[in-house]
Nanobody, 122 residues
Framework: QVQLVESGGGLVQAGDSLRLSCAAS????????MGWFRQAPGKEREFVAA???????YYADSMKGRFTISRDNAKNTVYLQMSSLKPEDTAVYYC????????????????WGRGTQVTVSS
């Protein structure tokens, strides 16, 4: 069983930055491939970024250059640094552990946090 707890969300203005954290349980966190997804009201959950245990990173096109995923294995934590935030980035952000299949679809992940709300005002 893996528990994931997100934090760091909040209300910010357009152009601001925010860093989300996701603390994970488990002794083998360094071997996990982790991902961030987001879900806006009335929309499907969408891929944001992923970080393989090898260090390889992947981003959704609309986040490239603005968002950075990273991890601290000593702290069992994965981060999402978000900059140049836009109102359309408003959503609940979830972290998840990859299991199998596609890195870019929610179905590929087996454990999820409860999410943290990010609201970007114009």
């Amino acid at each position: 069983q893996v528990q994931l707890v997100e934090s760091g969300g909040g209300l910010v203005q357009a152009g601001d930055s925010l860093r989300l954290s996701c603390a994970a349980s488990g002794r083998t966190f360094s071997s996990y491939t982790m991902g961030w997804f987001r879900q806006a009201p009335g929309k499907e959950r969408e891929f944001v970024a992923a970080l393989e245990w090898t260090g390889a990173t992947y981003y959704a096109d609309s986040m490239k250059g603005r968002f950075t995923i990273s991890r601290d294995n000593a702290k069992n934590t994965v981060y999402l640094q978000m900059s140049s935030l836009k109102p359309e980035d408003t959503a609940v952000y979830y972290c998840a552990r990859f299991s199998s299949g596609s890195l870019f679809r929610p179905g590929g992940y087996d454990y999820w946090g409860r999410g943290t709300q990010v609201t970007v005002s114009s």
